[in-house]
């Protein structure tokens, strides 16, 4: 084949060589607009994963390139005056120049035509001699731009400003600086990559930019003002650009997150950043370039070759790999970018933030790269808890105050439908299913939504609060709970409003029952789809009822004994109706502002405060996104949401999201919700609960250190292992878990299992 890469940076050289030495007889032309040495980046980052990919494609590039890379293992982090150092992080650089003039080198070395200083032409009808074009031309391409309406291209501009620089400072850590200025925050990301030089990424929000008047200066203002904020880290050494061509404020960028849908078109293809690119605060960039290019002269090497097949296999396959590089700089970006909310944090906090921010490193990925290090972090955590108790625990093992009520720990048995009651009274199986769970270690039990009239109910088989047969039978689950474990019990009230009156769950999720169906309210007559009854739009003397039912069934919860109630006000039942404009088409005083729209969610809410004990904590489930963009609520709306229930009184807010509207988008993964849970926690400065898709330890803990919520709520896990948390408890070889006397044989048994197996792992590692 006759081959032109566009593109004269790792993805090209790269993708080049790697053709070449498939088949020498492929004729491989390589064309750069810039000059051989010109280059506009400073150090390159790789894993040790791309270097055994490195040395597998090309054993020769492979290990010139291994030779010369700089290997360091410590982060620092400087805040508040302080420097927190860990260790066990085994990065490997090496100079953007020199990693191109050694695949230069080895590509004229295999017969690579190399034309530097050639502005290729963007239209293909230029390239008639060659079989295929790449596109390695960057993030800006202009062969790709030319061609957009084929690649179905997603370019979001962040909003944060940087600036690219070098210094002769040789860092002995990745350090990142963050220093505090009148006009705002600013910080350095900073690493060494060979003997003399490092990498110096100064960033800020573009507000303090603004505030600065950085907007008005070149490169040269920029450069000396960088040098004087940051002076006592670069120990006299100036910064330094190779940007030379840029002018005035240009010399301060925007990363630009490339997706694209589609990867070729005719003999077109797309590689690098051309196709995508990853925030430079993971360093995946390049990694992933060489890696697109291995692939792709992979596939279009096979014998017999089927092009559109090959294709479709190196979009496919590599396609997965940028995702999950795409969503951690995704995580890591949005950190940088809501830097403030983390502000706040003791510095050892603020430096495990910092350092799981993108999800790719957990709570016991951190234990085996500094074990000591991490052992701080659980001591401070525990050290904050209630009593302050200095200890080598996991987080999800301290305990937790609200109000008078003080819990074991931070695990919650989160509220799920068992569709199980029978008139709305808990039976057996609730004795059994919330006895157990409350048994198995978790330090706070909730029922499922527990409804305040008939009328409330999902389904025939939920339970109620409205009868004194209901608040007997609930007597009699909080008695053995309190007896017979260490757990307290909250209990849920809600009312089901449009999403009322359906079958149960394993019969027809959301249908409406076949006969007996009875009227609906809500806060409009918007149907929760097509199939469901429309409901009555409530009037004010439906809102005196329910209010006053709700405060009749917190009544009821203190002859109970239940230890903390919860409004539910998400997931698109009656409260949760008036929140979400979704639902809410109202023109009068409880409809169109948010704080219309909250009016009466409030005043539910304040009534169940006043008749609940004020030793007593009360929390509010919300849903933090209608998945609807801004047709619904988001999640800075999510954040008022939850300032004003706190205002009135509540202690928790219970953060879940979606299950609004029918038609919503929501975006599911592992701890999908979290992110809201922390947003509202600190930027609201309030206590908060994650859940959703959270079902490893290592997920709680990573969740409770990095101060993202406080409580951690698992409904699944608990579905089907009543005694996850201490099953955790025996993983973690912690031995202050609460276990019932009668079990203490087989949580033994338990233990030394799990420290066996955790032996035998740690000898297989080496």
């Known amino acids: 084949m006759k081959i032109a890469c566009v593109g004269g940076g790792p993805a090209g050289l790269y993708f080049a060589i790697s053709m070449k030495l498939r088949d020498p007889a492929h004729q491989v032309d390589v064309f750069e607009r810039n000059r051989a040495d010109d280059t506009f980046g400073w150090g390159v980052v790789f894993s040790d994963q791309t270097v055994e990919n490195l040395m597998a494609n090309d054993p020769v590039s492979g290990a010139t390139i291994r030779d010369e890379f700089t290997h360091w293992d410590d982060i620092d982090v400087h805040i508040h005056g302080e420097c927190v150092r860990s260790t066990g992080h085994g990065f490997i650089g090496i100079g953007r120049k020199r990693l191109l003039r050694i695949m230069q080198d080895r590509a004229r070395e295999l017969g690579v035509g190399l034309h530097f200083e050639h502005e290729a032409s963007a239209d293909l009808a230029e390239w008639a001699d060659y079989d295929l074009v790449i596109a390695a031309d960057g993030a800006n391409s202009r062969i790709r731009d030319a061609y957009a309406e084929h690649f179905d291209i997603d370019i979001q501009t962040r909003r944060n400003k940087y600036i690219w620089l070098g210094t002769h400072k040789t860092f002995d850590a990745f350090t990142f600086a963050f220093e505090q200025l009148e006009e705002g925050w600013v910080w350095a990301h900073a690493y060494r990559f060979d003997d003399n030089l490092s990498t110096f990424i100064v960033e800020m929000a573009p507000e303090t930019w603004e505030k600065l008047g950085l907007d008005r200066q070149g490169p040269d203002e920029a450069i000396a003002w960088s040098e004087r904020v940051f002076a006592k880290y670069l120990d006299g050494n100036r910064l330094m650009t190779n940007a030379s061509h840029l ?238 474990s260490q757990a307290k019990i909250c209990l849920q009230l809600g009312h089901s409003g449009a999403k009322g009156s359906t079958k149960i769950g394993w019969e027809g999720m959301d249908e409406p029952l076949d006969t007996g169906n009875w009227p609906l309210i809500a806060a409009s007559d918007v149907p929760w789809s097509a199939a469901n009854q429309p409901p009555r739009p409530m009037t004010r003397t439906d809102m005196d009822q329910v209010r006053d039912q709700f405060v009749a069934a917190t009544r009821m919860a203190i002859y109970a004994g239940f230890d903390m109630i919860e409004l539910h006000a998400a997931h698109g039942y009656l409260l949760s109706s008036f929140i979400t404009p979704m639902q809410n088409r109202r023109t009068d005083d409880y409809g169109g502002s948010l704080e219309n729209r909250l009016r009466f969610p409030l005043e539910v809410f304040a009534a169940m405060r006043e008749a609940w004990p004020a030793d007593r904590p009360m929390s509010v489930r919300i849903s933090a996104t209608d998945w609807m963009g801004d047709q619904g609520v988001t999640p800075d709306e999510a954040v008022r949401i939850a300032e004003a229930f706190h205002a009135a009184g509540a202690d928790l807010i219970d953060v879940s999201a979606g299950q609004t509207w029918a038609d919503c988008t929501p975006v599911y993964g592992r701890m999908f919700q979290t992110p809201f849970a922390d947003q509202i926690r600190n930027e609201a400065r309030v206590s908060t609960m994650a859940v959703g898709n959270i079902f490893e330890t290592d997920h709680v803990n990573s969740i409770l250190a990095a101060g993202r919520a406080d409580l951690v709520a698992l409904g699944r896990p608990h579905m089907i292992d009543p005694m996850w948390t201490l099953r955790a408890a025996a993983q973690h070889e912690y031995r202050g878990a609460a276990v019932p006397p009668a079990y203490l044989n087989g949580m033994g048994q338990l233990a030394r299992n799990m420290k066996r197996a955790a032996e035998q792992e740690a000898a297989l590692r080496g």
């Open 247 to 484: 002018r005035g404020s240009a010399a301060w960028l925007n990363f630009r997150r490339i997706i694209t849908g589609r990867w070729s078109y005719d003999k077109l293809i797309l590689l690098g950043d051309a196709a995508h690119t990853a925030h430079f605060s993971i360093g995946s960039g390049t990694k992933l370039a060489i890696e697109d290019a291995i692939k792709l002269a992979e596939v279009l090497s096979r014998p017999g070759l089927d092009r559109a097949a090959a294709l479709a296999e190196y979009q496919a396959e590599r396609s997965v790999e940028v995702l999950k590089l795409q969503n951690s700089a995704r995580n890591s970006t949005e950190w940088f970018e809501t830097l403030d909310r983390y502000l706040p944090f003791a510095p050892i906090q603020f430096a495990y933030s910092l350092l799981t921010r993108s999800q790719r490193v957990s709570h016991e990925n951190l234990r085996l790269r500094d074990k000591g290090w991490l052992e701080g972090v659980e001591r401070w955590f525990q050290s904050q808890a209630p009593g302050g108790r200095d200890r080598n625990a996991p987080p999800m093992f301290a305990p937790y105050q609200l109000r008078e009520m003080t819990l074991e720990n931070r695990i919650v048995v989160s509220p799920m439908a068992m569709y199980s009651a029978e008139d709305g009274t808990p039976g057996d199986f609730h004795l059994v299913h919330y006895g157990t769970r409350a048994q198995g270690g978790a330090g706070l039990v909730y029922t499922e939504m527990t409804c305040v009239s008939p009328e409330a109910r999902i389904t025939p088989g939920c339970p109620g609060m409205y009868a004194p047969d209901h608040a007997a039978a609930w007597r009699r689950i909080v008695d053995f709970v309190h007896r017979e």
